[in-house]
């Protein structure tokens, strides 16, 4: 199976920050990762598909990069709705795996 | 607007069985690959299985030959038959919806999960 590895655990930001967060697939995986949002007590959301494309109607603060086996998401601007856990999940190739999570809190 | 609506969680005991179901709106149901996908409490999120549109199956080795994943496509309904459940199966059950037509991808729409909980 293919091992998401999702960097850091955790992050304590301000708003306005520049948030950046990382997944490192154990193979490559080429463009087939995907960026989801979790809020709690919710499910999870889409936000970034095939590493860089954007899903509809999400802000364009959310951004995402990389290729075969590192990957990057950004929040530019940092804003109080944004507080949830991100997921990476690799969909080349099953099973289908998710990163640890990253979970953004207030400084 | 596109809609799954998952039932059928509930508390179970050790080696029992549960079905759940998703039901799905708002799109053609059978054009769709559909996943299941679950958390367990204060964890991260784990795919579990998958229905092609043409009902192929894959499953995660942790539920191989225990879960089955099926589909109804004249009831719009996604299925997840549950047997010789464990504690560690306790988690709140997603469906999500696929691909139309195409085995991989991202999931741009999830129900709102139902909680299985396993325990004596």
């Known amino acids: 199976d293919i091992v998401m590895t999702q960097s850091p655990t955790s992050m304590s930001i301000s708003v306005g920050d520049r948030v950046t967060m990382n997944c490192k697939a154990s193979?490559?995986?080429?463009?087939?990762v995907d960026w989801y949002q979790q809020k709690t007590g919710q499910s999870p959301k889409l936000l970034i598909y095939k590493a860089s494309n954007r899903y509809t109607g999400v802000p364009d603060r959310f951004t995402g990069s990389g290729s075969g086996t590192d990957f990057t998401f950004t929040i530019s601007n940092m804003q109080a709705e944004d507080l949830a856990v991100y997921y990476c999940m690799q969909s080349n190739s099953y099973p289908f795996t998710f990163g640890s999570g990253t979970k953004l809190e207030i400084k | 607007a596109v809609q799954l609506v998952e039932s059928g969680g509930g508390l179970v005991q050790p080696g029992k069985s549960l079905k759940l179901s998703c039901s799905a709106s708002g799109f053609t149901f059978s054009s769709y690959g559909m996943h299941w996908i679950r958390q367990a409490p204060g964890k991260g999120l784990d795919w579990v299985a998958y229905?092609?549109?043409?009902?192929?199956?894959v499953y995660a080795d942790a539920v191989k030959e225990r879960f089955t994943i099926s589909r109804d496509n004249a009831k719009n309904t996604l299925y997840l038959q549950l047997n010789s459940l464990k504690s560690e199966d306790t988690a709140i059950y997603y469906c999500?919806?696929?691909?139309?037509?195409?085995?991989?991808?991202?999931?741009?729409?999830w129900g709102q999960g139902t909680l299985v909980t396993v325990s004596s």
């Open positions: 999500a919806r696929g691909q139309y037509r195409y085995n991989l991808g991202w999931f741009a729409y």
């Open positions: 193979q490559n995986v080429g463009s087939n």
């Open positions: 229905i092609s549109s043409s009902s192929g199956t």
